[in-house]
């Protein structure tokens, strides 16, 4: 495989044509080598247009999702960033890129020292990645600039949105299966939010996360 070429076709054939055209966001994709934080059973798949499985019911994001994300997060160098869903530590290497500072969580042990162990090789010094549940966020280090949730949930908790400061965005795929979609909640003021729908998409589930009752009586 030749891999640059697989990564120029990964940016112009998937991510572009998705609404991507942030120039420094597309910079970071050509950049951030994604093959190097793909499991090795994977790699020959690390630039297709396709949720990647990482076991125990968790996967990457795919490609276009991760950099519509990213970019749709609008981080300025100043912000500081919560990452729920760190998974194998591609999305916070990114997010790295663009920011101060990047926590990324991730409830799954083994995830989280890959995530670690490939923030390190590529260099990347202010992304910190935290064995934690994420539903709960990160309130020691809270409020933040910005929080992305790297995987769908039903609803977003009322205590990740209270840990954001004002100003403060949450990006998250909110919904079922197979209506979903890509929400921006901002923090307008305390105890105020707007909330805008951006993407339809649709994405594997963030574990940890409550399910509301399908039954009703």
Do not use: C
């Amino acid at each position: 495989m030749n891999v640059e070429q697989a990564r120029f076709n990964m940016i112009e054939q998937q991510i572009r044509p998705w609404d991507v055209l942030d120039t420094s966001v597309l910079g970071l994709l050509s950049a951030v080598r994604r093959e190097d934080f793909v499991p090795a059973a994977h790699q020959a798949q690390a630039f297709m247009d396709l949720e990647l499985p990482l076991g125990n019911g968790r996967s990457l994001l795919a490609p276009r999702v991760e950099a519509r994300l990213v970019q749709d997060l609008n981080l300025s160098k100043r912000d500081t960033v919560l990452l729920v869903g760190a998974a194998t530590g591609y999305v916070a290497a990114l997010l790295a890129h663009k920011a101060q500072r990047v926590i990324g969580l991730e409830s799954d042990a083994a995830l989280a020292a890959v995530a670690r162990n490939n923030l390190r090789k590529g260099g990347v010094n202010n992304a910190e990645i935290v064995q934690a549940d994420g539903s709960q966020g990160f309130a020691a280090q809270a409020p933040f600039d910005a929080i992305l949730l790297a995987g769908s949930v039903a609803q977003v908790p009322q205590t990740l949105l209270d840990q954001l400061k004002v100003g403060g965005r949450l990006l998250a795929i909110v919904g079922d299966e197979p209506v979903m979609q890509a929400t921006l909640f901002t923090r307008v003021a305390d105890g105020q939010l707007s909330r805008q729908a951006l993407f339809d998409t649709v994405a594997n589930r963030l574990s940890g996360f409550p399910e509301p009752s399908k039954f009703h009586f």
